[in-house]
């Protein structure tokens, strides 16, 4: 480790990684700090092995780094691909299901080559901006590790180090509830009495054996439970991941939960031999603190498609509020032909521009970023953070004063699908007939 870097990107999930191979690749001396035992974040330690989404309209509006470490994590396995130009089906049928232990090696070997240098069982302790440079703590398992960095990228989902940087961050006033992922095994779905099992679930509900936001809808859940075996059909309300004391508690209920309804399950009739085929270490965190960016998108920004100015980045999904009660989700898809964007100024919090923020935390309203937040956009987002804060190190300039120019022409360069440069998206289509041919062709 050395004691001075151009980049330290902090949070190493769909954000950070991009971001760190991306500065690296530039030539930058880099260092990637990351809390947990492996990179990843949502897709590996809290199991949403899904990436997406990459497509829009049958198009390919998302590519450069995240899409390169996705396609070689579905070809390590022999994977496939969704078939993009089916653009009618739901949304999740066009998420790309990868390996988490696999796709956790192929971001070790992505980071690795790079030249980034890698901590994990790490996170920064304090932060403070002198003049040109931050003063960085870094909390070690063998101590306090000082440094410093020309510029930070913060990619922690939480906007950790917009809070030890003392800048503003934002709450919700209801946020929408988590999920500890876990799949269930050992049944027959085709051999269960639903009605039979809805009865028994609101008796349990009733004794308090129990909560009835256990099983994401409050209203018949039984059959939608059981056959998705589990998966993302638990809601903790209240679940935040803003300090250790939330992620702690977030941490206890998601697994008393867990408990809760295997216990449950296991005693019902043609449930008897239940099991529990794979479960994420972490309670998955929908939304937790953004921060006071330049820029704000808003509901409408994101669902009219608007072209920011100084657009880096494509997003695509649909508004995803799940209630903060527990009870359902509300979906909103975008109408045909609207390609969402993020600007730069909702990644660079007002205060200070020497830093850049990648991932949930850029500023946006709860709607916005019900949809942002997702896997594939916060990795455009971290590639994008990588380029402009290489850039403002090298130029000695804040993020927002680099010309968007440069930083777009940086990202085309690497691969990056950006607007206004070649491989942007159109309504007709026509960009990416190549791009899409050669996704189908994989399928």
């Not at 032909?337 to 830093?355: C, D, K, Q, S, Y």
């Not at 991932?359 to 942002?372: H, L, W």
């Not at 000695?396 to 440069?406: A, F, K, N, R, S």
Request: proline share 5%; hydrophobic share 40%; with cysteine.
């Amino acid at each position: 480790m050395r004691s001075h870097y151009d980049i330290v990107v902090v949070g190493g999930g769909a954000a950070g990684c991009p971001a760190a191979v991306q500065a690296a690749r530039m030539g930058a001396r880099t260092l990637l700090v990351e809390k947990n035992g492996a990179l990843g974040g949502t897709t590996t330690v809290a199991g949403v092995a899904l990436p997406g989404l990459f497509h829009a309209w049958g198009q390919q509006i998302i590519s450069g780094i995240g899409w390169e470490l996705v396609r070689r994590a579905v070809d390590i396995t022999a994977g496939t691909f969704p078939d993009f130009s089916q653009w009618q089906l739901p949304h999740f049928k066009l998420q790309v299901p990868v390996d988490p232990a696999i796709y956790a090696c192929v971001l070790d070997e992505a980071v690795a080559n790079s030249g980034v240098d890698l901590l994990l069982h790490s996170m920064v302790g304090d932060v403070e901006f002198r003049g040109d440079h931050w003063a960085v703590l870094l909390c070690l398992k063998e101590g306090l590790a000082p440094i410093t960095a020309s510029r930070l990228i913060d990619a922690t989902g939480d906007a950790d180090v917009v809070g030890r940087a003392g800048l503003e961050r934002f709450v919700s006033t209801h946020r929408q509830p988590g999920t500890p992922m876990v799949r269930f095994g050992g049944y027959d779905p085709s051999a269960l009495n639903f009605n039979a099992l809805d009865s028994a679930r609101t008796e349990a509900v009733r004794e308090g054996a129990l909560e009835l936001s256990d099983m994401l809808v409050f209203d018949s859940p039984m059959r939608k439970f059981l056959n998705n075996r589990g998966e993302n059909c638990i809601h903790i309300p209240g679940a935040t991941g803003g300090s250790s004391a939330e992620r702690t508690s977030a941490e206890l209920a998601g697994r008393r939960a867990v408990l809760r309804i295997y216990e449950f399950l296991k005693r019902q009739p043609g449930l008897e031999g239940l099991t529990i085929d794979r479960w994420a270490t972490e309670t998955g965190i929908r939304e937790s603190c953004t921060i006071d960016g330049i820029a704000r998108i808003t509901a409408d920004d994101y669902v009219s498609g608007r072209r920011w100015p100084d657009g880096v980045s494509y997003s695509f999904y649909p508004i995803d509020i799940h209630s903060p009660d527990g009870d359902g989700v509300r979906i909103e898809p975008l109408e045909y032909g609207t390609f969402p964007t993020i600007p730069r100024g909702a990644m660079v919090p007002r205060e200070n521009g020497h830093l850049v923020v990648a991932g949930r935390a850029v500023a946006g309203d709860q709607a916005a970023n019900s949809a942002y937040r997702v896997q594939a956009s916060c990795m455009a987002m971290g590639q994008a953070a990588g380029a402009m804060a290489v850039l403002a190190a090298r130029n000695g300039t804040q993020i927002q004063d680099v010309p968007i120019d440069h930083i777009r022409d940086e990202l085309y360069r690497s691969g990056a699908i950006v607007p206004e440069r070649p491989g942007a998206p159109t309504a007709d289509g026509s960009h990416s007939r190549a791009t899409l041919a050669a996704s189908s062709s994989r399928t």
